[in-house]
C-alpha cells in the first residue's frame, strides 16, 4: 500500500482503486513502480504488489524503459498559454478601453463583481408587473389553427429509376440486361441471437468463444430478368467470403468474377453508395467492360435492396444461435447456408418481391 492511502482504497482481493483527479497520488503511485523495476521485478509482480492491471503494469514498464524514472513523472497539467507576454498585454489593453471604444452601445460588460462596467443597476427582484410591448398589427400571428397540411410521410411508389438515381436502369430493358443487386454483411464468432424453442423454465444459453481479429465479410450477389410474358423472372446468385473488410480491389475482382459467371452478358449493377462503389479505379475499370453498367440506389434505403432479404435469411437460418468453434466453422456455415438460397428460385423471388421495387 502507498504511504497516505487509506485501507478503503483497496478492495477485498487487493486491487487498488483509482483515485480520479488526484494527479499526485498517482504520480507517486508510477515512481513507486519504477523503483520496484529498478529492483528488478517483473511487471507481473509489479502488478500484483500494486494492484493494477497487467496492461497498466505494461505501459509504466515502456514508459520506465524510454525514459527511466523522469519518464513516469506527469508531463504538464493542462494546455500551455497560447499567447505570448506581449498579445497577453494587448488583449488587456483593448478590455480595459471599454466595450465604447471597440463599437458596442454601452459599457454593460461585466468583467467582475463590482468592478468597472458592473452593471449593478440590473440586480434586483423580478418587476412588479409583466412588461409586454404593445402588439403590431401586421406582425401577429393570429391564435387560430392555419389549415391542415399533409402529413409527413415517404411517398408509396420508390421507382428506381427516378432522377439522378439508377439512371442506367432505364436501358436495361434495352440491352435484355440482368438487374444484379451487391451488398455486404459481415459475420463474427459471436453468433446472431434469434428466438427459438427450449423446455419450459430453462432458457438457453449461448456459449461461445469470443476472440478478437477481422470479422469475415459476406459479398452476395442478386440477379434477376424479367421472363417472357407471365413467366416468372430468371434469378441468379452469387457469394463470396473474406476476412476483413472488402475494398476497391475485392470490388473489382468481384465484379470481374460475376462477368466470368454470367458469360459477359449486359449487367446493370445497382448497389448502395459505399464510398468504395465510388472510387475512380474502380469507374475506370468499369469504363472498359462493355457488358457492365454501375447504377446506385437513394441514400438509406435498405427496404430497397433484395440482398437485405438474404442476410436476414441467412442469420435466421445457418447462422442464427450457432457458436462457431473458429472462422473455419462460421465460414462453412455461411456457404451451407448459401447454397440452400442459391438452389431455391422462389426464395430469391421472394426476396425482390419483398421490396417496393417491380421488374
Same mark, same amino acid.
Given at each position: 500500500?502507498?504511504?497516505?492511502?487509506?485501507?478503503?482504497?483497496?478492495?477485498?482481493?487487493?486491487?487498488?482503486?483509482?483515485?480520479?483527479?488526484?494527479?499526485?497520488?498517482?504520480?507517486?503511485?508510477?515512481?513507486?513502480?519504477?523503483?520496484?523495476?529498478?529492483?528488478?521485478?517483473?511487471?507481473?509482480?509489479?502488478?500484483?504488489?500494486?494492484?493494477?492491471? &497487467?496492461?497498466? +503494469?505494461?505501459?509504466?514498464?515502456?514508459?520506465? *524503459? #524510454?525514459?527511466? /524514472? @523522469? $519518464?513516469?513523472?506527469?508531463?504538464?497539467?493542462?494546455?500551455?498559454?497560447?499567447?505570448?507576454? &506581449?498579445?497577453? +498585454?494587448?488583449?488587456?489593453?483593448?478590455?480595459? *478601453? #471599454?466595450?465604447? /471604444? @471597440? $463599437?458596442?452601445?454601452?459599457?454593460a460588460v461585466d468583467p467582475g463583481a463590482r468592478r468597472r462596467g458592473d452593471p449593478a443597476g440590473d440586480r434586483g427582484g423580478a418587476p412588479s408587473r409583466a412588461r409586454l410591448a404593445p402588439p403590431q398589427e401586421d406582425a401577429v400571428e393570429p391564435a387560430t389553427p392555419g389549415p391542415q397540411g399533409r402529413r409527413a410521410r415517404r411517398g408509396g411508389d420508390c421507382p428506381v429509376g427516378c432522377r439522378g438515381v439508377a439512371a442506367d436502369q432505364a436501358n436495361a430493358q434495352t440491352r435484355r440486361a440482368r438487374l444484379c443487386f451487391i451488398d455486404e454483411s459481415g459475420v463474427k464468432l459471436t453468433p446472431p441471437v434469434r428466438r427459438t424453442w427450449a423446455p419450459k423454465g430453462k432458457t438457453p444459453v449461448l456459449r461461445h468463444r469470443y476472440r478478437r481479429g477481422k470479422q469475415i465479410s459476406m459479398c452476395g450477389l442478386l440477379a434477376y430478368r424479367p421472363g417472357d410474358g407471365d413467366a416468372d423472372p430468371a434469378t441468379w446468385m452469387g457469394f463470396d467470403l473474406l476476412e476483413g473488410a472488402y475494398d476497391t480491389r475485392q470490388f473489382i475482382r468481384v465484379l470481374d468474377g460475376l462477368g466470368h459467371q454470367l458469360g459477359h452478358q449486359p449487367v446493370t449493377v445497382i448497389w448502395d453508395n459505399l464510398g468504395a462503389h465510388h472510387a475512380g479505379d474502380l469507374h475506370a475499370w468499369a469504363a472498359t467492360q462493355p457488358w457492365l453498367e454501375l447504377a446506385y440506389l437513394p441514400s438509406y434505403a435498405p427496404e430497397l435492396d433484395p440482398v437485405e432479404g438474404l442476410w436476414a435469411n441467412l442469420k435466421g437460418c445457418e447462422l442464427a444461435n450457432r457458436c462457431c468453434a473458429d472462422r473455419t466453422e462460421l465460414i462453412a456455415t455461411a456457404q451451407v447456408g448459401s447454397i440452400r438460397a442459391r438452389r431455391d428460385p422462389d426464395l430469391l423471388r421472394s426476396f425482390l418481391a419483398g421490396t417496393p421495387l417491380t421488374l
Open positions: 500500500m502507498l504511504p497516505g492511502m487509506s485501507q478503503s482504497a483497496v478492495t477485498p482481493k487487493g486491487r487498488v482503486l483509482r483515485h480520479p483527479g488526484d494527479l499526485q497520488w498517482l504520480e507517486r503511485r508510477r515512481m513507486q513502480a519504477a523503483d520496484l523495476f529498478a529492483q528488478g521485478k517483473t511487471k507481473a509482480e509489479v502488478a500484483g504488489q500494486l494492484g493494477v492491471s &497487467a496492461q497498466t +503494469a505494461g505501459r509504466w514498464y515502456a514508459r520506465w *524503459r #524510454g525514459g527511466g /524514472a @523522469a $519518464g513516469m513523472r506527469t508531463a504538464r497539467q493542462g494546455k500551455p498559454a497560447q499567447l505570448g507576454p &506581449a498579445e497577453q +498585454a494587448k488583449v488587456r489593453r483593448v478590455l480595459d *478601453r #471599454g466595450a465604447v /471604444a @471597440a $463599437g458596442f452601445d454601452n459599457d
